[in-house]
Structures are given as structure tokens and as C-alpha cells.
């Protein structure tokens, strides 16, 4: 039983940071691929980021590419997604997501297990 919860989505205005977090519960978190999807109003879901677990190696769409770290705490099995200079078009539910074996894809189908999401809102 693997269960994800996000944390710090809020309002921010154009240009401003956030730090989304995620907390995960079961086991072997440190052998596990932690991704970053949002959902835009009327869109479907999209990759933002992940990180493998074994390497700790980071993948990025490119459109956040040097706004956005991800970055993982195997000892308190948490990710973060830092965003910085952030535009309105980020405006989305961000969700963190699980894939137990570890393969590195920004596949949506390859994750196992979802967080609920969290509210990310750039005002222009």
C-alpha cells in the first residue's frame, strides 16, 4: 500500500516561486521513480518532471527547463518540485505520482500511484 499526498500549491503572481512537496508512505521509496504531472482546465494531463531512484538522475519537459528542480529526500521519502519564475500558463493541479519500478519515463501510464493534487494559480 503506497499513499501520496502534495503540499504548497497556492496563488502566486507572474514571476513568483513555489515549492510543491510530497509525501509518500510504504515501502522501498528509495528504489522508486517520483514524477511531477499537471492538469490544466480543459487540458489533459501532462509530464512536468521526475526523478529516478535509483541515481537520483532528473528529467524535464521543456518547457519548464531551468524554472523547475526536482529534487528527492530518500531519508524522509519526500519529493519537491521548486518553481521559480513561474508564468500563468503553469496555472494547474499539480500531482505527484509513483512508478515502483523505477523507470525514469514521463509516461502517465507507467505510474502507479497518485496523489490527490494541489492548486497551482499564476495571476498575470
Known amino acids: 500500500q503506497v499513499q501520496l499526498e502534495e503540499s504548497g500549491g497556492g496563488l502566486v503572481q507572474a514571476g513568483g516561486s513555489l515549492r510543491l512537496s510530497c509525501s509518500v508512505s510504504?515501502?522501498?521509496?528509495?528504489?522508486?521513480?517520483m514524477g511531477w504531472f499537471r492538469q490544466a482546465p480543459g487540458k489533459e494531463r501532462d509530464f512536468v518532471a521526475a526523478?529516478?531512484?535509483?541515481?537520483?538522475?532528473?528529467y524535464y519537459v521543456d518547457s519548464v527547463k531551468g524554472r523547475f528542480t526536482i529534487s528527492r529526500d530518500n531519508a524522509k521519502s519526500t519529493v519537491s518540485l521548486q518553481m521559480n519564475s513561474l508564468k500563468p500558463e503553469d496555472t494547474a493541479v499539480y500531482f505527484c505520482?509513483?512508478?515502483?519500478?523505477?523507470?525514469?519515463?514521463?509516461?502517465?501510464?507507467?505510474?502507479?500511484?497518485w496523489g490527490p493534487g494541489t492548486q497551482v494559480t499564476v495571476s498575470s
Open positions: 505520482a509513483a512508478d515502483r519500478r523505477d523507470r525514469g519515463y514521463g509516461r502517465s501510464d507507467f505510474y502507479d500511484y
Open positions: 526523478i529516478t531512484g535509483s541515481g537520483g538522475v532528473p
Open positions: 510504504g515501502r522501498m521509496f528509495s528504489r522508486t521513480t
